[in-house]
């Protein structure tokens, strides 16, 4: 069998251990972050198919470089498959407007939608539960009397965010039928007096 054949049936291999591993610890095992578990699972299966492909000498006939090489490209896949899919699938917005519309029979009026996502949206996936925790556990941020602070990480990553969004996001996105860069800075038209701001 010569060594692309070899390389797509390991790439086979790894997918389905992948997959397999995936099931397994989200099923069975605690999650904190949906993201960090699947990159978590991306690595274990790397590992694991390495060492299995290993075991039965099916890597016999590559070079350590090629073996290098394959073990990068199933660390990428599995990188490109936790970004992709549970990530999405769990955080994404346009999912959820899929699903709800599937749930109300096919059909929303486009003037009730703000309210689908202010009243069910963000109840029925405990956003800012699972947001807050995913920072929590990413340490960007810490709560403290009732209060939630940015931490040294948080703050970089915000000034990174803001940065990039000023600078490098779409300067005319197209949004309902106008091209706009409202989103470059989302907070033009914010209120600047509040009252739930904490020290």
Not at 176 to 189: I, Q, V
């Amino acid at each position: 069998m010569n060594r692309y054949l070899r390389a797509i049936l390991s790439c086979i291999v790894f997918s389905l251990v992948l997959l397999l591993l995936h099931y397994v610890h989200v099923r069975y095992f605690s999650v904190d972050v949906v993201l960090y578990a699947a990159v978590l699972d991306a690595v274990l299966a790397a590992g694991a198919t390495f060492a299995l492909l290993w075991l039965v000498g099916f890597l016999k006939n590559f070079s350590s470089l090629e073996r290098v090489l394959l073990a990068s490209v199933w660390l990428l896949a599995g990188y490109a498959f936790a970004i992709s899919i549970p990530t999405v699938i769990d955080r994404s917005l346009s999912f959820y407007i899929l699903e709800k519309l599937q749930q109300r029979g096919g059909g929303i009026r486009e003037d009730r939608m703000k309210d689908v996502f202010v009243n069910e949206y963000v109840v029925e996936h405990r956003l800012v539960d699972i947001r807050l925790t995913e920072q929590l556990q990413s340490g960007t941020i810490e709560i403290s009397n009732g209060c939630v602070h940015l931490t040294g990480k948080g703050e970089r990553m915000a000034s990174f965010g803001r940065f990039y969004r000023t600078h490098l996001l779409p300067k005319k996105r197209l949004i309902m039928g106008e091209y706009t860069d409202d989103l470059t800075d989302p907070f033009r038209d914010s209120v600047a007096n509040v009252d739930y701001q904490c020290r």
